[in-house]
T-cell receptor
Framework: QKEVEQNSGPLSVPEGAIASLNCTYS??????FFWYRQYSGKSPELIMS????GDKEDGRFTAQLNKASQYVSLLIRDSQPSDSATYLCAVNVYVLSNFGNEKLTFGTGTRLTIIP | NAGVTQTPKFQVLKTGQSMTLQCAQDMNHNSMYWYRQDPGMGLRLIYYSASEGTTDKGEVPNGYNVSRLNKREFSLRLESAAPSQTSVYFC????????????FGSGTRLTVV
């Protein structure tokens, strides 16, 4: 089982609708969760972080976290063509190592296309 | 405010050649990371440095070496490039561990022929 799983898509959503992106993770000890947006040919950009169960809203974006069910989701309201990108879910994972025992593990991303 | 700077942006190597990818951050971050990104594989961690003077292997370290030169700089070296190392390489930094989001550089697109 992969540590962080996402549906690769593509996910097509009409302009103005709500886009819903989902992510599941396997490490029950994970405490920090992030969503990154990556445009084609560009580097990942952090758009949301969430640490507690429930919802966190920032503009048109809402991150949702359910630790009991081990899933995190991202909702994009009033979707715009500029939201077309790949969205990466990242989860902190504890690892046994000589130095620094936490690092982020990324899902493979969901490609989102907003249809005008 | 430059953030994370990677050089070069593009590189073509012949099989067996060596090269070093440079990364520098100006955010006073403790931790730095090197990832490679391949289609369908997502971001895979090559090496990371939790703090100045330390380095540790990630998921796919074979064929690579790293140096944490100081708190700002973290370089990735390919000693003998292979076609399987054709990829996009990203450097990232964070304030520490996995509790903070990472800031990524713009990437290096490497082709090994």
């Amino acid at each position: 089982q992969k540590e962080v799983e996402q549906n690769s898509g593509p996910l097509s959503v009409p302009e103005g609708a709500i886009a819903s992106l989902n992510c599941t993770y396997s490490d029950r000890g994970s405490q920090s969760f992030f969503w990154y947006r990556q445009y084609s040919g560009k580097s990942p950009e952090l758009i949301m972080s969430i640490y507690s169960n429930g919802d966190k809203e920032d503009g048109r974006f809402t991150a949702q976290l359910n630790k009991a069910s081990q899933y995190v989701s991202l909702l994009i309201r009033d979707s715009q063509p500029s939201d077309s990108a790949t969205y990466l879910c990242a989860v902190n994972v504890y690892v046994l190592s000589n130095f620094g025992n936490e690092k982020l593990t990324f899902g493979t991303g969901t490609r989102l296309t907003i249809i005008p | 405010n430059a953030g994370v700077t990677q050089t070069p942006k593009f590189q073509v190597l012949k099989t067996g050649q060596s090269m070093t990818l440079q990364c520098a951050q100006d955010m006073n971050h403790n931790s730095m990371y090197w990832y490679r990104q391949d289609p369908g594989m997502g971001l895979r961690l090559i090496y990371y440095s939790a703090s100045e003077g330390t380095t540790d292997k990630g998921e796919v370290p074979n064929g690579y070496n790293v140096s944490r030169l100081n708190k700002r700089e973290f370089s990735l070296r390919l000693e003998s490039a292979a076609p399987s190392q054709t990829s996009v390489y990203f450097c990232a930094s964070s304030a520490g561990g996995g509790n903070y989001g990472y800031t990524f550089g713009s990437g290096t697109r490497l082709t090994v022929v």
